[in-house]
């Protein structure tokens, strides 16, 4: 007989997060992870650790960061991102959808959260290779995205599970969930398929952190729309919805948006699903730097319409719609040293070339003579008189074009000249869960399933359409530390 006060399903941030909150007032805490060990931690080990969160200045960093040096504050401009600015952001992205309460939760526990993490053993430091520019010898951080975990997603999933180990918790590798035990007085139970072996498990209450849908195919044909099975997978294998499906069967409602999901421009040659050697580099998202050009050798998105921040996480379904599901993206030598990391890695399907006549006729699958013809109007249409700054929406846009670029437009007329070919990735789905503000599932009449919380990227209502980065972690840790408190009390 296999009996404990909590078991979490899951072993990503959400999960953990979960039982150790749990483990605070819970004697006996089990986590369980459907991966093998090699191959733990869900998408959060695949992530670059960054975790957006709301502070008022430098002070408020230091709840999170407190190994920050008087060398590192002086060099650093950190600004401030208000719980205003945050709430605002994810209204905006989301077009007015998310949850208005469980979006202020996650907002204005953020910071809290990092906080107690960081006395579970989990520490951060300032993004200033991804989130800063320097000017003028000062790193200024831009939008609203300052905080990373040390090591990244694999440093975070590493301290996460050495804090469960520290306090006790049980973690099962190989163990998935198969089905919820429950009776007419709620959740009892889990019942597990572990080493070929079915199991029950039984719990006072049951925590779901598995995930979202996106490894999948069928599922994302089914609710993402036509096409959706051809899209990458960035992250883990491991999160199909199953979970999500056995909390429907248990009566759970569906909430938020089950068509929608995240998704970014990926190395057109990646595998299947993420690469843990890898990580998120197959990711190209230097795009507000240059053009897109797609198979009829036109552009079809405002690569400059905001930060990457705010548009990365929607441009995915936008090159899954062109035809073939791929595109390039075209930088002249002007913003060679501006480009990502992710673009200097071995595994990326790159062409240079010394015009653009050349260029276009190395684009594998692309109308070269259109090509060459829409990088030429783009060059016409680019007003050069505005001076280009990328820590700014400097306005520096285009004139005429049918499809604009906003900011940031540049020439091309410096080579050598680089492309790089990408199509869809998808990071996660959107569509989940309806819990309340206690992370207790709710049923489709409204009321809590007793026994039953969810926390992360299978919990619906909070993104839609789009996302602002560094946020899914955030909303893990979140909910995940509330639904692992409720579930203990
Ligand atoms: C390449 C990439 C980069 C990213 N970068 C960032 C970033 O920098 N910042 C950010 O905020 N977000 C980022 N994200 C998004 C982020 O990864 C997710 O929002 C977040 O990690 C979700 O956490 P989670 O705990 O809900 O799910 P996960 O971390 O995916 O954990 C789900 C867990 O459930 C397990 N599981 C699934 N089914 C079962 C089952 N039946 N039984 C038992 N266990 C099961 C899985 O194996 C896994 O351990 C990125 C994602 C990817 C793929």
């Given at each position: ?11 990503g ?9 749990a ?14 060990e090699?191959?733990?931690?869900g ?15 430098v002070?408020d960093?230091?709840r999170?960061m407190p ?14 991102y ?10 905006r ?6 949850d208005p ?10 910071l ?12 951060f ?10 000017i ?9 995205l300052?905080?990373e ?9 590493e301290?996460l599970?050495n ?9 099962w590798?190989?163990?998935r ?7 007419d ?13 079915t199991i ?5 209450s ?12 069928e ?7 036509p096409?959706w ?18 909390a429907?069967?248990a ?17 057109r ?6 690469d ?14 240059g ?5 009829q050798g036109k552009?079809?998105?405002d ?9 990365y996480?929607k ?7 062109q035809?073939?599901q ?5 930088f ?7 480009l990502?990391d992710?673009?200097?890695i071995?595994?990326?399907?790159k ?9 276009v ?6 109308d070269?003579?259109?090509a060459?013809?829409?990088?030429k ?29 906003s900011?940031?437009a540049?020439t091309?007329d ?6 790089y070919a990408?199509?869809?990735?998808i990071?996660?789905?959107?569509g ?15 009321a809590?399933?007793t026994g039953l919380?969810?926390?992360g990227e299978?919990?619906g209502?909070i993104?839609?359409?789009n ?5 899914g972690?955030?909303?893990g ?5 509330i ?7």
């Amino acid at each position: 007989m296999h009996t404990y006060d909590v078991v979490v399903v899951g072993a990503g941030n959400a999960a953990f997060c979960a039982a150790l909150a749990a483990r605070e007032k819970a004697q006996k805490v089990l986590v369980l992870e459907r991966a093998p060990e090699v191959e733990s931690g869900g998408n959060s080990r695949f992530t670059a650790g960054l975790m957006r969160v709301a502070y008022d200045g430098v002070e408020d960093l230091k709840r999170v960061m407190p190994d920050l040096s008087a060398e590192e504050i002086a060099r650093s401009d950190f600004g401030t991102y208000s719980a205003d600015q945050f709430l605002d952001d994810m209204a905006r992205v989301t077009e007015y959808r998310c949850d208005p309460d469980l979006t202020e939760l996650l907002v204005k526990r953020s910071l809290d959260t990092l906080a107690w993490m960081r006395t579970k053993g989990v520490r951060f430091t300032a993004a200033w290779g991804r989130q800063a520019f320097n000017i003028g010898g000062k790193f200024k951080f831009w939008g609203g995205l300052t905080v990373e975990a040390v090591g990244g997603g694999p440093g975070l999933v590493e301290s996460l599970t050495n804090a469960a180990r520290k306090n006790g918790i049980e973690v099962w590798y190989s163990a998935r969930a198969v089905d919820l035990i429950r009776d007419d007085d709620g959740v009892k139970g889990v019942r597990v398929k572990r080493n070929g072996r079915t199991i029950d498990v039984h719990a006072k209450s049951v925590v779901l952190a598995a995930g979202g849908f996106q490894a999948n195919p069928e599922w994302r044909a089914r609710y993402l729309g036509p096409g959706w099975e051809l899209a990458k997978v960035r992250g883990t294998r491991f999160n199909t919805g199953d979970v999500i499906c056995m909390a429907l069967d248990a009566g759970a409602a569906p909430a938020g948006n089950w068509s929608g999901c995240h998704a970014v421009a990926w190395e057109r040659n990646a595998p299947e699903f993420g690469d843990l050697a890898i990580g998120d580099q197959f990711q190209k998202h230097s795009y507000p730097w240059g053009v897109y050009l797609n198979a009829q050798g036109k552009r079809f998105v405002d690569e400059g319409a905001d930060f990457r921040n705010y548009t990365y996480a929607k441009y995915g379904r936008v090159i899954l719609s062109q035809p073939g599901q791929f595109a390039w993206q075209i930088f002249d030598a002007k913003v060679k040293a501006q480009l990502r990391d992710e673009y200097k890695i071995r595994q990326v399907t790159k062409r240079t070339a010394n015009t653009l006549e050349e260029l276009v006729r190395q684009l594998d699958g692309v109308d070269a003579d259109a090509a060459l013809a829409e990088l030429k109007a783009y060059n016409a249409a680019v007003r050069t008189e505005i001076a280009f700054n990328p820590n700014v929406k400097d306005g520096r846009c285009t004139k005429g074009l049918p499809i604009p670029k906003s900011n940031w437009a540049n020439t091309l007329d410096t080579p050598p000249y680089e492309a790089y070919a990408v199509t869809c990735g998808i990071t996660f789905t959107f569509g989940g869960l309806r819990i309340n503000t206690d992370a207790q599932v709710l049923d489709t009449d409204g009321a809590p399933i007793t026994g039953l919380y969810a926390a992360g990227e299978l919990v619906g209502g909070i993104f839609y359409f789009n996302y602002p980065g560094g946020s899914g972690l955030t909303n893990g840790a979140v909910f995940g530390r509330i639904a692992g408190t409720s579930a203990a009390r």
